[in-house]
Nanobody, 114 residues
Framework: QVLLVESGGGLVQPGGSLTLSCSVS????????MGWYRQAPGKQRDLVAR???????MYVDSVKGRFSISRDIAKNMIYLQMNDLKPEDTAVYYC????????WGQGTQVTVSS
């Protein structure tokens, strides 16, 4: 198991951008995939973006074309570039492997509001 520390969240206006970072205490290239998940108030936690071991990526339809997941294997870091943010993107964002086998980190709050 690894420890995960997310950062980079904040309050942003609709149409704005944020970049989230996730520091992983172990080697990320040992996992099948790494992903970003989010949980909005009153809703379940869902995967929104994933980067596979071979570097291919996957996004849910609601964020396609706006979010971009990337990684730095040497630093064991995962990133989520979020552009054209919408109020419905408001959530706590978490990183973890996929399928998830590690405990959750504390997450980082993203609030999109004018």
């Amino acid at each position: 198991q690894v420890l995960l520390v997310e950062s980079g969240g904040g309050l942003v206006q609709p149409g704005g951008s944020l970049t989230l970072s996730c520091s992983v205490s172990g080697r990320i290239d040992t996992f099948h995939a790494m992903g970003w998940y989010r949980q909005a108030p009153g809703k379940q936690r869902d995967l929104v973006a994933r980067i596979n071991r071979g570097s291919s990526t996957m996004y849910v339809d609601s964020v396609k074309g706006r979010f971009s997941i990337s990684r730095d294997i040497a630093k064991n870091m995962i990133y989520l570039q979020m552009n054209d943010l919408k109020p419905e993107d408001t959530a706590v964002y978490y990183c973890n492997n996929f399928p998830r086998t590690n405990p959750w980190g504390q997450g980082t709050q993203v609030t999109v509001s004018s």
